[in-house]
């Protein structure tokens, strides 16, 4: 089994998280673990919107480069980056406990309306650049006005506090995982049955290339089964919709099968969810999909 990893991973506080949670993880099973920070397009390129930046992979393709160089041997992505066709040579091969799916829906204190949902006051501008996130919350509060918002989890939270916004959308793992204070803000935890997250929110991606037997055996003994079975339903949806993370999908299985699924045909689009329990994972997605597509054929 392999003795000495080098994982690729971004520099931002939460990747950087990431890598050395996993690096404790490693060194447990008796390696010495090196962490190398690769920037990304995603990283380097501030000042677009996600649909102005060319292609996919935003956050995983540089560091996907360096693992097919061997420059790395492991990549920790949050999975919900990734495509969902992954470069030739290289695989997923472990998934993580799932942390927290939901959404976290941070509110300056001044902004907050207790009789309106989700206690934020009426025609708030609300920071996020997800195209998921911009059209589920358009579908319950029409009133809002949705504004861009890049940027790191730190510089997000700057951005709210400075008053750009009067409220932003994060994934409630990356503050739970940072540790981050948020007192100062109404913190509104979204339920992921309503407002869907993400497929494979919340779960680390650990990706290495097909030909290193020493790593998938290293990767097999991390890898948590129940968590594999219900993201691979989510992404596989995302994968027959020929989606990236900048389609408006929500897909959110639970590990005791039940699945929520939010889609439009556009950003900004109107929303359609559906909910099911789970009882065959073959065929599953195929199934889903062909309702999402039969429900916006005119």
């Not at 494979?200 to 097999?220: K, T």
């Amino acid at each position: 089994m392999k003795k000495h990893v080098i994982i690729g991973s971004r520099g931002s506080d939460l990747a950087l998280w990431q890598a050395y949670f996993v690096k404790g993880e490693l060194e447990k099973r008796g390696c010495s673990v090196e962490i190398k920070i690769i920037v990304t397009q995603g990283d380097a390129i501030q000042h677009l919107s996600f649909d102005k930046l060319e292609g996919k992979g935003f956050f995983t393709k540089e560091i996907e480069d360096a693992l097919l160089s061997k420059a790395v041997d492991l990549a920790v992505h949050s999975h919900k980056d990734l495509e969902t066709n992954p470069p030739a040579g290289l695989k997923i091969a472990c998934v993580s406990a799932r942390a927290n799916p939901s959404d976290l829906l941070l509110i300056r204190k001044e902004s907050v309306d207790s009789t309106q949902k989700w206690n934020l006051k009426e025609g708030a501008i609300v920071g996020t650049s997800s195209a998921r996130r911009k059209t589920q919350f358009i579908h319950f509060r029409s009133d809002v006005t949705i504004n861009d918002l890049r940027g790191n989890v730190p510089t997000r939270i700057d951005k709210l506090r400075q008053g750009n916004y009067d409220a932003i959308i994060l994934a409630k793992a990356g503050i739970d995982r940072l540790e981050l204070d948020m007192s100062e803000f109404e913190c509104v935890e979204l339920d992921p049955t309503e407002f869907v997250p993400a497929p494979a929110q919340g779960v680390l991606g650990l990706q290495i290339r097909e030909d290193d037997a020493e790593m998938a055996e290293l990767m097999a003994s991390m890898n948590d089964a129940v968590v594999a079975k219900c993201i691979s339903l989510e992404r596989k949806i995302l994968n027959l919709l020929d989606g990236g993370c900048q389609l408006p999908l929500g897909a959110y299985c639970t590990e005791d099968h039940h699945l929520y699924v939010a889609f439009a045909a556009k950003t900004g689009g109107e929303s359609i969810f559906f909910d099911y329990k789970v009882t065959e994972f073959d065929g599953m997605a195929e199934k889903v999909v062909a309702e999402l597509k039969n429900a916006f054929v005119d």
